[in-house]
């Protein structure tokens, strides 16, 4: 009897991640190729990287986006990182002949969904997962349904403030949690501070980086982390208030550096969050760092 | 032929209101009698205010409560207004007769409902629900589902952080969006700045006073009601960034100060949300400012 798979494509700004996963919602295979940004070049691209599984019978495709989606009319309003703007994917990857139907949704929020079946095994209702990368994303399960709001737009957890006098974000507000977890942002306040204290770092700075020399004492380092670990307390005491969530994940690479921000974060977290949820809830960090995002695209297809 | 009726109570620090719906959800009348704190007593009166409507066949009773409540083991945690703590009201309400099943939520989570219902008539998704009194409250629709969290302790919306230097809240952090536009909270910080000032304020101060005397160009009520917006526009942004609402509603009688507080409170909105949902979510005032809760308990009966 033919297996019908669901075709995950997780689209960001150098990879293309491709995922075959099955009834079961196992993935059995996955492929990673250049991003085209021309989005036709892409479409053929991602035709040609399907001929690896020949005799496939698919039930459909979903596609997560680094950006701002709206999920229904498979439109990327806004893709930073792949350079679009209005662009309709949907369309362009049904003339390319991609498998139907076609499912879109932001990449956190796929992540979100890739994490409540691959982590939990749908075993809990309400999941909060915050993606920690280059920026800070989000996704919500709530009542064991994936949250995408009005327009697809829901989640943007990373963009909720913290400090209304703290630095200017990317968006235009200031304080946002992202300013101080976003791995960007926290390269560029330590290069700051590291050039007001009159001290060259070393080489180049990443996250990575920035981690290596916190555990080496460095206190423009520590202090970064320790930022970043009062505002990621300050929004889990918000996100505890709110949804009473049962966990909240972190994944992504700057989770990598949850030994150095998390245990802070979580005493910020304990003395600002109601007793009852902020007693329940369990903060964890992602086993499956890098593949949520293609596995709850796959998980789109219904 | 027998209606089944919904029996909707919702438990105020005062009064008790009760309410009679019907299989259409519409209010078949409503009684208010005095809340008795000894909760024996007050499932007793409760038992003998529904001989009111003799010859009713009841679906089953919601109760809505002012406090942290298990809505699975229908117990009480805690209801500061009520001096209840780990109360088990629903083996109590069981035991005096009252229609089962019987159902429990926050007194704010019940309101949501009765607005999704009554104001919207299901016709929306995704609803956020600010109740504006003595605190804060919140109540949240997602993907047309209430929202109740792990424990039932969604929902607290009020105590979002809004700034961490900000006053001390009656929960402990500082900055919650209820230190600036909770009613209570409100009063203490203009007596304070009309005392810093060296005037003495007229009489009984309440919100309502707080409005007359912005009104009337008085600095310390009108600071009072910006300092309220800024607060409100940035909790806002929060709720549009994370859940992409297509409402969130204002109700309960502070709400009534809205056009003190609202048009500043959306312009610092707009200024701090992302582009696309902060131009889909609608932010209104309810017309039904005192029977949403009620009625929202009534329809915790499925």
Same mark, same amino acid.
């Given at each position: 009897m033919a297996q019908h798979f669901r075709l995950g494509i997780d689209l960001g700004g150098t990879l293309v991640k491709l995922a075959r996963v099955d009834s079961q919602g196992h993935a059995r295979g996955l492929l990673k190729i250049k991003t085209e940004r021309d989005p036709v070049l892409l479409a053929k691209s991602l035709a040609q990287a399907l001929k690896a599984w020949p005799r496939v019978s698919w039930r459909g495709t979903g596609v997560a986006v680094a950006g701002d989606v709206d999920p229904k009319q498979g439109v990327v309003r806004f893709a930073p990182n792949l350079g679009w703007r209005q662009l309709p994917l949907g369309k362009i990857f049904r003339q390319a002949g991609l498998p139907q139907p076609l499912f879109f949704d932001n990449d956190a929020t796929a992540a979100a969904w890739g994490a409540y079946h691959a982590e939990f095994h749908d075993h809990i209702n309400h999941l909060v997962v915050l993606t920690l990368g280059t920026g800070v994303g989000g996704g919500l399960v709530v009542e064991g349904r994936l949250v995408h709001g009005a327009t697809g737009s829901a989640g943007e957890i990373g963009h909720m403030g913290v400090d209304p006098r703290g630095p200017r974000c990317s968006c235009g507000r200031r304080g946002c949690l992202e300013v101080y977890l976003g791995g960007s942002a926290m390269? #560029? &306040? !330590?290069?700051? @501070? &590291?050039?007001? @204290?009159?001290?060259?770092?070393?080489?180049?700075? %990443?996250?990575?980086?920035?981690?290596? *020399?916190? *555990?080496?004492?460095?206190?423009?380092?520590?202090? %970064? &982390? !320790? #930022? !970043? @670990?009062d505002a990621l307390g300050s929004a889990l005491a918000n996100l505890v208030n709110i949804f009473n969530p049962e966990v909240i994940? *972190? %994944?992504?690479?700057? !989770?990598?550096?949850?030994? *150095?921000?998390?245990?802070?974060?979580?005493q910020v977290m304990r003395e600002n969050a109601f007793e009852t949820p902020g007693r329940a809830v369990k903060v964890k960090v992602s086993r499956h760092r890098s593949d949520l995002g293609v596995m709850g695209a796959a998980l789109l297809v219904p």
């Open positions: 390269v #560029r &306040w !330590a290069k700051r @501070a &590291w050039a007001r @204290a009159g001290k060259v770092p070393p080489g180049d700075i %990443t996250p990575r980086v920035l981690e290596d *020399l916190a *555990l080496q004492g460095d206190p423009v380092a520590k202090k %970064t &982390w !320790a #930022r !970043a @670990a994940l *972190l %994944t992504g690479g700057v !989770a990598g550096g949850a030994p *150095l921000f998390l245990p802070r974060a979580l």
